[in-house]
């Protein structure tokens, strides 16, 4: 049996994924098991999840999803293309790079040798980061022959990039580089629209609805460029995320006439109207890069992965198109998936597996986490002193459906863990859609999160047709689809805005959008699936075939893991009742409900390490000391190196106790080092790479192109699995 | 460390990119020195100034 573990780490979202011959068996997220949202450590605990049962010495490959060589390229090249501008930005980014990214190699191994106790480790090798995105795209479709389009903020130089994927192959066939990206262009309106980078991109989303897109001309004139084909350049004058410190330039303020938007303060007609039409420029993009596609493959079908894929509006309305006759959304479409598209890489790429035809997506339903057995669900109960009902599997689902019919909140927990950002009815927080309070509720009761941002429904497969205009498969929430026109209803108010939140614009305005658009999960026919179940049994006795399904976390924390999490959101929340495996509780029976506080523990220095610095620290004062009275021709005493002597002993006997010295030695590092690090850095910056810089640049040399002309595409040359370039 | 001066011969010869010799020489060097520290008495000096 051939094992691949994939990895994603050190920028965001960590993940670990692993295939046993080709079948990708488990995958999880690093945040889940730390609680922290969009976890960039090393996925030591997702590795382990994924290992359970097997040891490291079993598995024949750790593939990392990205090049870091290239990466550090890119980033050095752009400094030149700035310098003498950026030495801000490149004092804050280099050290990171020295201590840690740079040896990424020896990096990997360590943590690597700790998770397999000291044993041998697997061959380390290397994916290009949109060779991981295609990956994950393609190879887990449903497809033998397929268009692939990844569109991200950046990977190592590539920003969107276009692949053909056949059974054999998938070849790269152009794409876009640094600093041009529709992804970074989205994510300087997220954040001038007062939303954080990399995660408010659904808000802006979601927000898009509330405005006018009257900002298109002006954003298409002076922002960006769009050829016909798609390809697109930015004005980089607008922008200063290239070696700023922000994502946008003064001249963007002044476009807009505005500063950008304080978080939390009023979201004015300006930035919802912003939001619209940045959201009507990235549909644009994205429906013309995929037709390009389209005429260039030939192909039918058509995958897409990369961050901005994840923006379900424009998937939706690419689909409507009906350019292709299919399109697989890969539903960990960020960083994450990128563990698994790695692996898929090298079992397919590297060791020449042809992709098999089976009709079906490769992802499982997402349903690739860890799961929990009544057992370890009932003794944590126990311990946190919950009240609870154990219900045999029929009557629970009755006993739900009903609860939900009677107007309240389910949290949700069954089964194996979803992998990527969406909830799918394993852990979900649900309620009923037809309830014309229920946004309002979870969003401000629940969730605790902004009152514009709608819910998405999951329907039953059969009944999709009688609620949504489409009637297409949609199982991973990828893609917005509209109500049926029978179920819409016209607000009589004449509310304006975020105002109009509270409308009700149809027989289920729990999930209707201002638009009457929904993020649609269909549930198809499966007797085995307990999400499936409970809709069907919630069917039966309502008449309606549609649940709200929201993820199963509050604002700020990620989707809870473990049944303690669980509890740990119920107890936190306003929610009604919690199902969790095979019992049921309720909120208002929970006296005695105790959950101890969550813990994350501080990185601490074991004995052994203190015990080496001890150590060292009475070697390296002893032979100062002696140096001292050596220079000054002192007379040498015994009683001299007494104190080193102790410190020595002391060490070894009490580590604990160098804790403290060890601090102090460390601050003293840190102290020195406000002076030293900005003389050493301004030294390499300013005598070394800004003159090159302005050398490359005469003779333009520069890789990074900051002029503002069509034509954008190019191609990058791969060495290999084995390199980290 | 040899490991790590393999893999930079081999990018440089691969993708051609000389512009970034003298660059990458000057970080290596500082880079090298916080791996080589690492876990020394020097460390928090070393690991601190960059």
Redesign the interface.
Known sequence: MTRILGLSAYYHDSAAALLEDGELVAAAQEERFTRQKHEARFPAAAARYCLAGTSLDEVDYVVFYDKPLLKFERMLETHLAYAPNGFNRFRQAMPVWLKEKLWLKKMLRQELSQLSGGDAIPRLLFTQHHQAHAGSAFYCSPFQQSAVLCIDGVGEWATTSAWSGTPDNLKPLWQIDFPHSIGLLYSAFTYYCGFSVNSGEYKLMGLAPYGKPRFVELIKSELISIDPDGTYALNLDYFDYCVGERMISEKFRALFGAPERLPETEITSLYRDLAASIQAITEEVVVKLASSLRRETGHTNLCLAGGVALNCVANGVLRRTGMFEHIWVQPAAGDAGCAIGAAFNVWHEHLGNPKSDTGQDRMKGCLLGPAYDNSIIESELIKAGAKYQKMETQHLLRSTASMLANGNIVGWYQGRMEFGPRALGARSILADARNPNMQQTLNLRIKFRESFRPFAPAVLREHLAKYFVSDQNSPYMMFVDYLVPELRLTPDSKRDGLDRVNEVRSALPGITHLDYSARVQTVGQDDKDPFYQLLLAFQQQTGCAVLINTSFNVRGEPIVQSPLDALRCFHATEMDALVIGSFILHKKDQTTLSIPELQIPAPVMTNAALKKFSRSLAILLSGFALTVVWVNQLPISPWLVLPFLVLFIWGEIIPGHMRAIHRGWHQLGVGLARITSPVIFSLVFFFIITPLGLIQRLVRRSKIHREYKPDRRSTTSNPGFEYPF | MI??IN??L??MG??K?Y??I???L???I??GL??LTE????A??I????
């Open positions: 490991e790590f893999d930079l081999m990018f691969h993708h990119n512009w970034l003298p660059i990458l000057v970080l290596s500082v880079g916080i791996v876990g020394s008495v020097v928090p000096f690991y601190t100034l960059f």
